[in-house]
Structures are given as C-alpha cells and as structure tokens.
C-alpha cells in the first residue's frame, strides 16, 4: 500500500473482527471473479488503467473514490457490495440483502411456475 492516508484506507471494513481495506475487498473479489485477466476486468469496469489496476492487486496502490463508484455502477457492483459489507452486521444491510435475496428467489419462483405452467398444457 501506498504511504499516502486516504479515507477509503482509514474505514476499514469488519471480517471476523478485522478491518478490511476496500482494496482488498475489490481485490479479493476480483480474484474470485476473473482468475485470469484479472487486472484487465478491474480495470474495464474501474474506468482506470490496467497498470493501476495491476498496482491495486500488488497491493501497491489502492482505489481512488471515482474507481470505487465506477466498481459499484458496474455489473459486479452487488458482489463488491457484499464483500465490503461482509460481516458488518449493520441492520440496513442485512435488510437490504434479506430484500435482494428475496427478489432474485421470487423471479425464480416465477419463471419456474411459467414452465410448469406451459409443460401442464402439454399434458392436457
């Protein structure tokens, strides 16, 4: 990490206690996400450049608050959420997780009736 203070690594974020810098949360995920090319997807979505995205995984360097932003616009958005919000334990995330969660199972829940609805008139 750099020796420069920034508000992103002064939060820190709990996991099992600990503080988490963002940083490794986005690098963590990231990771997860694309083993390979990994820098390249960061960078793509962060809206940097793929040397700073390389530095962040290198621990190097961190994330300024417009790539952060532009990570939580994006496609994986959710995900990064998740897992800076890990272990916080905080009432409104739990909720709001508890009402994402619930939305993705009731979207399930109606294309799974369509089907059996269509194979019933099959069987009619």
Do not use: Y
Not at 108 to 115: G, S, T
Request: aromatic share 8%; glycine share 8%.
């Amino acid at each position: 990490m750099s020796g420069q203070s920034s508000f992103f690594a002064d939060l820190g974020f709990s996991k099992r206690g600990k503080r988490i810098p963002p940083v490794e949360a986005v690098c963590a995920m990231a990771r997860r996400l694309w083993p390979s090319k990994t820098a390249i997807n960061i960078a793509s979505r962060a809206e940097v450049s793929e040397r700073a995205a390389k530095l962040w995984l290198e621990g190097r360097t961190e994330p300024g608050a417009d790539a952060l932003v532009n990570l939580l616009r994006s496609d994986v958005g959710f995900e990064l959420l998740q897992q800076i919000m890990q272990g916080s334990g905080t009432r409104w995330w739990t909720e709001f997780e508890t009402g994402v969660h619930l939305a993705e199972l009731n979207e399930k829940h109606e294309f799974l009736r369509k089907q059996i609805d269509a194979l019933k008139g099959r069987m009619k």
